[in-house]
């Protein structure tokens, strides 16, 4: 493999190239996820491996477990390998960064999701970022994506399709005991708010992990359903040549974070409809 960038989080063409598993092998490693959540794929039809895309939706809690299922399912039914773009943080983890490699994620920097559309690979991007994982209570579903418009700035210039997306029940299999907002509160932020782990680390209070419970009193997550809906794709061909618009950039990002609200609202009124969640599951989710 080609050495990386001088530049920290920026890899050559060759560092992002990877060769998946075969998707029979990845969708059977995946089997106990399966089982255990029961996923439910809805629009699957919007993602066609002759016109790659920027999926964009909401991150949930810790978001480790849905993505995973939602790429293992893309890559089997629609042959679409997706490459995401992780947190930085992340690629500082020995093994772990190169685990996530293997799964298709790079480090996510704008040069680097540049690269990929340049080789016309389908990416997965999630605006709220560490923020929208580092959950707080009351935030389940909710966007979190602040000012942030690099995304939008990058599919206009590369003339890529957004493609809104949303993940729903990853949010319940948890219950908050405490979160960012109860660690600030302490005299233990007073003192670290003097440091670099501060605003390097912990990104001023925004990447603290909330500790939650699952299944019972364990960190175990409850097996809620997932439910993932992808909706239609929006076209940046009438916005070409205008990607250094800041004014532009926030126009079509609020028309993403209306698209993926709306995919949010449908798997609600899906999941409240839903019959066949099966009686265990029923019952491990309410008392769990």
Not at 31 to 50: C, Q, S, T, W
Not at 77 to 92: E, K, N, P, S, Y
Not at 101 to 117: I, S, Y
Request: glycine share 10%; proline share 6%.
């Amino acid at each position: 493999m080609a050495a990386r960038s001088s530049r920290r989080g920026i890899s050559s063409a060759d560092d992002l190239a990877i060769e998946p598993l075969p998707a029979a092998t990845a969708y059977r490693l995946t089997a106990p996820l399966r089982a255990y959540f029961g996923p439910r794929f809805y629009g699957l039809h919007h993602i066609r491996a002759e016109r790659p895309t920027l999926l964009v939706g909401n991150h949930t809690i810790y978001g480790l477990l849905d993505p995973v299922l939602m790429g293992v399912e893309i890559y089997r039914r629609r042959g679409v390998f997706i490459r995401g773009l992780a947190d930085h943080l992340h690629f500082r983890v020995p093994v772990w960064r190169d685990l996530l490699r293997q799964m298709g994620a790079v480090d996510g920097t704008p040069e680097n999701c540049a690269t990929l559309m340049r080789r016309g690979e389908t990416i997965l991007v999630f605006p709220g970022g560490g923020r929208e994982v580092a959950k707080r209570r009351g935030e389940q579903y909710k966007l979190v994506w602040k000012e942030r418009t690099g995304f939008v700035r990058l599919a206009i210039r590369h003339g890529y399709t957004i493609t809104p997306f949303a993940s729903v029940g990853p949010d319940d299999a948890y219950t908050i005991l405490i979160d960012a907002n109860d660690v600030m509160r302490t005299p233990l932020w007073g003192l670290l708010r003097q440091t670099a782990l501060a605003h390097e680390l912990l990104r001023d209070g925004d990447s603290i992990m909330p500790i939650a419970r699952g299944l019972g009193l364990s960190p175990f997550p409850r097996p809620e359903r997932f439910y993932f809906s992808f909706g239609a794709p929006l076209d940046m061909a009438e916005y070409s040549g205008r990607w250094r618009s800041r004014r532009l950039q926030l126009e079509v990002r609020g028309r993403v974070e209306a698209a993926v609200e709306r995919e949010i609202a449908k798997l609600l009124r899906r999941r409240a409809r839903d019959e066949e969640q099966g009686t265990l599951r029923r019952l491990l989710t309410r008392f769990g």
